[in-house]
């Protein structure tokens, strides 16, 4: 019964994702993503995104956050982004981490109680798939790119909400992050452990992709000293081919969450995610140019 009710939850929750698409156009790249309940640009998304994590840092910086300027519309992005790069480069990850405690220990008590409301046996998934046409990128370069320690540096600029990612290898020689970021508000700090090959047996919920070759899950873990996981990320990658606009990779996310995660919750995470793999693209576009190496 188990088996088969987690089995029911994954194909219905994947059937659920909108049929439809968005489409847009960002740095002369073409995107194309799906999932959200709330289509719309990324652009829209990641302005709500600036809203939240502005007023944050305001709030707890007081005085010295008075270079922060909560951002109204999307005109407003750029030199908003760039107040929070300078910002978040200033405090540094220790400034950051100390500023942000509160939200911090306000993050723990919220996924606490999800995990207390929850049936212990179903999981939610926050979906998001984006498709990428940007030629000099396949789904093994990107997907290599996207979670290597490259990344950690430009992070903080992928999406407003993000604060600190510190990629390292865990005592099991596995790859792991140690991450601090929001989404819609709900700051948390926490660590994706033994992030590689989807581990199906000790995740049964998680979906079987075959047609996706570059494939890594791993649970995410708050580090509040409680070793609790509040949720599993399975990122998957595959190269696609349209005859509109040509060669493209297809980023499939979903964040899985204890059934008492709310609605309003996956829906942010899956409009973080297409602001975030947007970002990524275009950065590593960027900087595998510059190095060269496509």
Known sequence: MYSITLLLTAVLAFAAMAAANYTEYVDAYTFTHWGQTHEASKFDYELAMAKSAVTLLKSRLGAAGDNLTVPQTKA???ATESALHTTKANLGPDGLLKLLQPD?????KYWHDVIAKSDGVNWKPSNSQTVCFIPSLSAVTFGLWATSAAVDSVNDDVNPEHYIKQTSTGSNGLPQSTVLEGWGG????FDI?????????????????PDYPVQAAGPKVLKDGTDTAFGVLHIAVK?????????????????????GATADHLEAESEHMVNEVINLAIDASKTLKSLKLV
């Open 76 to 78: 407003d992005l750029p």
């Open 104 to 108: 911090i220990a306000d993050g723990n």
């Open 186 to 189: 709900v700051v948390t700090y």
């Open 193 to 209: 452990q033994n992030f590689t090959a989807p581990d199906h047996k000790k995740y049964p919920f998680l979906r079987q992709l």
């Open 239 to 259: 190269d696609v081919q349209d005859a509109e606009y040509g060669e493209g990779f297809e980023a499939h996310s979903t964040i899985w969450y204890p059934s």
